[in-house]
Each structure stands twice: as structure tokens, then as C-alpha cells.
T-cell receptor, first 111, second 113 residues
């Protein structure tokens, strides 16, 4: 069975600092995709970044990068230079036979 | 603009009164799905559809129905809502079932009293 685990219910960081949100996954499928979504307090789901299981390089999108360690089955999101607007819930998700979400991590950025 | 549109955004209803949450996408996506989000549980898939007239159960289908008569629309039907269906619901669409980005609607916050 496929599973996504986010072990950090909440993270606190100061502006301009980097932060890593942890995500581990479990699947027996050789082909899968890993996603991170951001959910601000307004509720909408915002796609941030995608990593395919066969991608050789870690995905990057602006200040977001995905630290993909296939052997360890981890797909951590790294946000560089945090901003106040980064305060939100962050979900890791995996797409294999279905899109499965972790329970989320609440990130709070303070000035 | 490419988007997934859900309606209504907010709904308060009483136990047992049938309701429908609509979902429409303008991206010609084949794959659509419904999720519910509950505190501490993340998002869980209710139903999905791989194409017109093709639907299947997700992880938590009990108490819900869906239909896919047209490619763009995928309504979620609660025939007899109960308080345990109070939740935040999301519709999503994508070009395929695997390894493709899902586009989400704005969410529907449903309260059943």
C-alpha cells in the first residue's frame, strides 16, 4: 500500500531563514510522482513543486526545492529565505495509483 | 484562465437533506476526483473518474455519489448528509491519473447540523 508520512505537525521559522519540511513515502510502484502543495488560511490548494521517480536531479521552483532521496524514500521540501507569506499548511503528496496526501505541516514564519 | 470551479464555497445544511456540490473544469482534463479534508487527517480521496461515464471509489466513498456525464463536470452528491460529513471538500482535475499535477478547486466548506 502507498503511504505518505509528514512527522512535523508544526514548524516555526524567522523571516529570511531556510526551512525544511519533512516527507517520507512508501510505495512498491517503480513509477510515481511526488508533489508539494501549499494551503494558506484562505483554504485553496496551491501546487508548488513536482518530482518524478525517475528524475535524476532534484526539482527546483524559485525559492522551493525538493530534496529527493530515493533510497531513503524521502522528499523533503526546502524553502529558502522564508517570507511572512509562506505561513501556511504544506502537504506532501504522492501520485502512483492515486494521489495520496500526508497529514500536513503548519509553517509559521515570524518577523 | 485554466481553472476548476466548485460551488457553493460554503454550505450549512440539515441532516438528511440531499445536496449536490458542483465541480467544473475548463482544461479538458480526463481525470477528476473529490477529496475531503479533516483536521489531522490530510486529504482523503472520496471518488475519482478517469473519463466520461467511468467512476470509481476512493478511500472514503461511504455516503457519497458522483456522476460524470460530461467531461468537464463531476458533481458530488450527498443523498442523506450526516454530521460526520461536515468537512472541507476539494474537487481536482488532471490530465491523467499518475504523475501529473492536480489542479484544485477553491474548496467547499460543508457543515451538516
Amino acid at each position: 500500500a502507498q503511504k505518505i508520512t509528514q512527522t512535523q505537525p508544526g514548524m516555526f521559522v524567522q523571516e529570511k531563514e531556510a526551512v525544511t519540511l519533512d516527507c517520507t513515502y512508501d510505495t512498491s510502484d517503480p513509477s510515481y510522482g511526488l508533489f508539494w502543495y501549499k494551503q494558506p488560511s484562505s483554504g485553496e490548494m496551491i501546487f508548488l513543486i513536482y518530482q518524478g521517480s525517475y528524475d535524476q536531479q532534484n526539482a527546483t521552483e524559485g525559492r522551493y526545492s525538493l530534496n529527493f532521496q530515493k533510497a531513503r524514500k524521502s522528499a523533503n521540501l526546502v524553502i529558502s529565505a522564508s517570507q511572512l507569506g509562506d505561513s501556511a499548511m504544506y502537504f506532501c503528496a504522492m501520485c502512483g495509483t492515486a494521489l495520496i496526501f500526508g497529514k500536513g505541516t503548519t509553517l509559521s514564519v515570524s518577523s | 484562465e485554466a481553472q476548476v470551479t466548485q460551488n457553493p464555497r460554503y454550505l450549512i445544511t440539515v441532516t438528511g437533506k440531499k445536496l449536490t456540490v458542483t465541480c467544473s473544469q475548463n482544461m479538458n482534463h480526463e481525470y477528476m476526483s473529490w477529496y475531503r479534508q479533516d483536521p489531522g487527517l490530510g486529504l482523503r480521496q472520496i471518488y475519482y473518474s478517469m473519463n466520461v461515464e467511468v467512476t470509481d471509489k476512493g478511500d472514503v466513498p461511504e455516503g457519497y455519489k458522483v456522476s460524470r456525464k460530461e467531461k468537464r463536470n463531476f458533481p458530488l452528491i450527498l443523498e442523506s448528509p450526516s454530521p460526520n460529513q461536515t468537512s472541507l471538500y476539494f474537487c481536482a482535475s488532471s490530465t491523467g491519473r499518475v504523475n501529473t499535477e492536480a489542479f484544485f478547486g477553491q474548496g467547499t466548506r460543508l457543515t451538516v447540523v
